[in-house]
């Protein structure tokens, strides 16, 4: 049986990470506006308002990414799950799936020739359907990410030229 969920735990935790992170930023944002409160009411300038800005954007992008991934780790194993709901049908059938594809199991068959095509095909359409959601899940995930590495790349350059 293929249709591989990659490492479902490891993504998740990944996912969790980067939110966590995200709030101890947040919490730094809370810190900077509590300083720059104290300095407003002592007639100093607010010199952190730059810093506040970067910190928040970039919180945000971690928190949305670490979202992301947490989603992707729930269609993955919902993936994972509805495949294995095939299995039983598949067995009786002498049927495997081949990475997208139902397929009849090597060697001889005791299923009758006409029942076995008759659920080779709707075993495959019940995996077309579980892969369609799980690539336009993937497709979607691949979109966001790539918006938020660009979002992150553009943060950390605005942060190393000082502007």
Same mark, same amino acid.
């Given at each position: 049986m293929?249709?591989?969920?990659?490492?479902?735990?490891?993504?998740?935790?990944?996912?969790?990470?980067?939110?966590?992170?995200?709030?101890?930023?947040?919490?730094?944002?809370?810190?900077?506006?509590?300083g720059?409160?104290r300095?407003?009411?002592t007639?100093?300038?607010?010199?952190?308002?730059r810093?506040?800005?970067l910190?928040?954007r970039?919180?945000? &992008?971690?928190? %949305?990414v670490?979202? #992301? @991934?947490?989603?992707? !780790?729930?269609?993955?194993?919902?993936?994972? +799950? /509805?495949? $294995?709901v095939?299995?039983?049908?598949l067995?009786?059938?002498?049927?495997?799936?081949?990475?997208?594809?139902?397929?009849?199991?090597?060697?001889?068959s005791?299923?009758?020739?006409?029942e076995?095509?008759? &659920?080779?095909? %709707?075993?495959?359409? #019940? @995996?077309?359907?579980v !892969?369609?959601?799980r690539?336009?899940?993937? +497709? /979607?995930? $691949?979109?966001?990410?790539?918006?938020?590495?660009t979002?992150?790349?553009?943060?950390?350059?605005?942060?190393?030229?000082?502007?």
């Amino acid at each position: 049986m293929s249709l591989s969920t990659g490492d479902p735990g490891s993504t998740s935790a990944l996912g969790g990470a980067l939110r966590t992170q995200a709030g101890r930023l947040a919490d730094l944002v809370v810190d900077l506006d509590a300083g720059a409160r104290r300095s407003g009411r002592t007639g100093s300038p607010d010199v952190t308002g730059r810093e506040r800005d970067l910190v928040t954007r970039t919180a945000t &992008e971690l928190d %949305r990414v670490g979202g #992301l @991934l947490q989603s992707w !780790t729930t269609t993955a194993v919902e993936s994972a +799950a /509805r495949v $294995r709901v095939l299995e039983p049908a598949l067995t009786r059938c002498d049927l495997v799936i081949d990475g997208h594809l139902v397929v009849e199991r090597s060697g001889p068959s005791r299923v009758e020739p006409a029942e076995r095509l008759a &659920e080779r095909e %709707r075993l495959q359409e #019940l @995996l077309n359907r579980v !892969t369609a959601v799980r690539s336009r899940e993937q +497709a /979607r995930l $691949r979109r966001d990410l790539e918006t938020s590495v660009t979002t992150l790349a553009a943060l950390s350059d605005r942060a190393r030229s000082g502007s």
